[in-house]
């Protein structure tokens, strides 16, 4: 049986359905802080096999040793944890408690029940602004905010850990910039408030929840001037996280590996590709660049393929079909 912390998030739920339809056994650990239990309900129709889930905090050493204590658990894969880079900048400490503190007590109780194979979520946001392209996991790495930042600390603590004991075996899987939603339309992402990502606020403009989308700079040293990035399909990543587990079977310590598709999109080709499926416009308007941000980042997953024997395979048409075709059938996302 695979723990998956955060289980019920955007990744982690896709992240479920493929967990299942390989034959796993999940049990979800999540405290529904940026989530809804209906998107298990969703797993659980599309797989045709229950969600066993505990609601609780991954700090939560006591509940973590009750869920370890009570589940023949062999892996675990650990999404849990807050991702709003602004936020970060807001609430540092909320933050490094949740993601590195989690991360921490998350490992310590893994550790006193011999339970040491973890997969990781890290991002790419831990390589800053690329001193090449495409990004390599041997490229230096340094955050620019505090959740960057968190990020990389966990992974720095992973590998500590690694180091000090060959039992662990530990996969840090850098996401690029996930998108998409499953095949069926019944899941996809679901950002509270106002999104702060590209992809939904697209999609929102598109099934007519807001305006116009706000395109954060035009002046990058880009194919047109907007920002480029490697957005990858979440179910590839989902199936990333299938192969990261098998693989980790027979390997010892911590390996990094980067989970993109090797090609980049700009804000506006987004924005064209999304009307083409959507048959909807989708206006924008051009503003300042966004504090951060920078011109181009995409993946070497040549790792990944050669390693894990994983590559995505889902383009960019993919992408967006499946975005519309979950915010069309779930236009304010999933119901309370
Ligand atoms: P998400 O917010 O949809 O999922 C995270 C889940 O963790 C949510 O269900 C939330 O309720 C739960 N959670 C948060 N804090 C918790 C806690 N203390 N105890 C228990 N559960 C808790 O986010 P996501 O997009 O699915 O991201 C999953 C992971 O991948 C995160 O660690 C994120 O940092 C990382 N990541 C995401 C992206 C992205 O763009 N979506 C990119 C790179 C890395
Ligand atoms: C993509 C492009 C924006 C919104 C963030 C995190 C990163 C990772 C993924 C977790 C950029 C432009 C966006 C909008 C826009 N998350 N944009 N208008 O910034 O690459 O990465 O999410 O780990 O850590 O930093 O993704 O989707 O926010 O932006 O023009 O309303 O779209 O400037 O060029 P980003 P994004």
Same mark, same amino acid.
Request: hydrophobic share 40%; net charge negative; charged share 20%.
């Given at each position: 049986?695979?723990?998956?912390?955060?289980?019920?998030?955007?990744?982690?739920?896709?992240?479920?359905?493929?967990?299942? #339809?390989?034959?796993?056994?999940?049990?979800?650990?999540?405290?529904?802080?940026?989530?809804?239990?209906?998107?298990?309900?969703?797993?659980?129709?599309?797989?045709?096999?229950?969600?066993?889930?505990? #609601?609780?905090?991954?700090?939560?050493?006591?509940?973590?040793?009750?869920?370890?204590?009570?589940?023949?658990?062999?892996?675990?894969?650990?999404?849990?944890?807050?991702?709003?880079?602004?936020?970060?900048?807001?609430?540092?400490?909320?933050?490094?408690?949740?993601?590195?503190?989690?991360?921490?007590?998350?490992?310590?109780?893994?550790?006193?029940?011999?339970? #040491?194979?973890? *997969?990781?979520?890290?991002?790419?946001?831990?390589?800053?602004?690329?001193?090449?392209?495409?990004?390599?996991?041997?490229?230096?790495?340094?955050?620019?905010?505090?959740?960057?930042?968190?990020?990389?600390? *966990?992974?720095?603590?992973?590998?500590?850990?690694?180091?000090?004991?060959?039992?662990?075996?530990?996969?840090?899987?850098?996401?690029?910039?996930?998108?998409?939603?499953?095949?069926?339309?019944?899941?996809?992402?679901?950002?509270?408030?106002?999104?702060?990502?590209? /992809?939904?606020?697209?999609?929102?403009?598109?099934?007519?929840?807001?305006? @116009?989308?706000?395109?954060?700079?035009?002046?990058?040293?880009?194919?047109?001037?907007?920002?480029?990035?490697?957005?990858?399909? *979440? /179910?590839? +990543?989902?199936?990333?996280?299938?192969?990261? +587990?098998?693989?980790?079977?027979? #390997?010892?310590?911590?390996?990094?590996?980067?989970?993109?598709?090797?090609?980049?999109?700009?804000? +506006?080709? /987004?924005?064209?590709?999304?009307?083409?499926?959507?048959?909807?416009?989708?206006?924008?308007?051009?503003?300042?660049?966004?504090?951060?941000?920078?011109?181009?980042?995409?993946?070497?997953?040549?790792?990944?393929?050669?390693?894990?024997?994983?590559?995505?395979?889902?383009?960019?048409?993919?992408?967006?079909?499946?975005?519309?075709?979950? @915010?069309? @059938?779930?236009? @304010?996302?999933?119901?309370?």
């Amino acid at each position: 049986m695979i723990l998956v912390t955060g289980g019920a998030g955007y990744i982690g739920s896709h992240t479920c359905v493929a967990l299942l #339809q390989a034959g796993y056994e999940v049990l979800v650990l999540d405290n529904f802080c940026n989530s809804k239990a209906e998107s298990l309900h969703r797993v659980a129709s599309i797989t045709g096999k229950a969600v066993p889930l505990v #609601q609780g905090d991954v700090r939560d050493r006591d509940l973590l040793r009750e869920v370890f204590g009570t589940h023949a658990i062999d892996g675990v894969i650990h999404f849990a944890g807050l991702k709003a880079v602004g936020e970060s900048v807001e609430k540092p400490l909320t933050y490094y408690d949740t993601n590195v503190s989690g991360s921490v007590v998350l490992t310590e109780v893994m550790a006193e029940f011999g339970i #040491q194979m973890l *997969v990781f979520s890290s991002s790419a946001t831990v390589y800053g602004d690329p001193v090449n392209l495409p990004i390599r996991e041997d490229f230096p790495v340094g955050a620019t905010n505090p959740y960057g930042r968190s990020k990389l600390m *966990v992974e720095q603590i992973y590998t500590d850990v690694a180091n000090s004991d060959k039992a662990w075996r530990i996969a840090l899987l850098r996401y690029f910039n996930p998108v998409g939603a499953h095949v069926s339309g019944a899941m996809g992402e679901d950002p509270n408030g106002i999104p702060s990502n590209l /992809m939904p606020y697209i999609s929102q403009v598109a099934v007519g929840r807001r305006e @116009q989308l706000t395109v954060f700079g035009n002046d990058y040293p880009t194919v047109d001037g907007t920002g480029v990035r490697d957005y990858i399909h *979440v /179910m590839d +990543l989902a199936e990333g996280h299938v192969r990261a +587990l098998a693989w980790l079977k027979n #390997q010892t310590g911590a390996h990094v590996f980067n989970l993109g598709t090797g090609r980049g999109y700009s804000v +506006l080709e /987004m924005v064209r590709a999304f009307e083409l499926v959507s048959g909807r416009p989708v206006p924008y308007l051009i503003s300042p660049r966004r504090a951060g941000d920078v011109a181009e980042v995409y993946a070497d997953s040549s790792k990944a393929e050669r390693e894990l024997d994983w590559k995505a395979t889902r383009d960019i048409e993919v992408m967006c079909r499946d975005t519309w075709n979950w @915010q069309k @059938q779930n236009p @304010q996302g999933y119901p309370d």
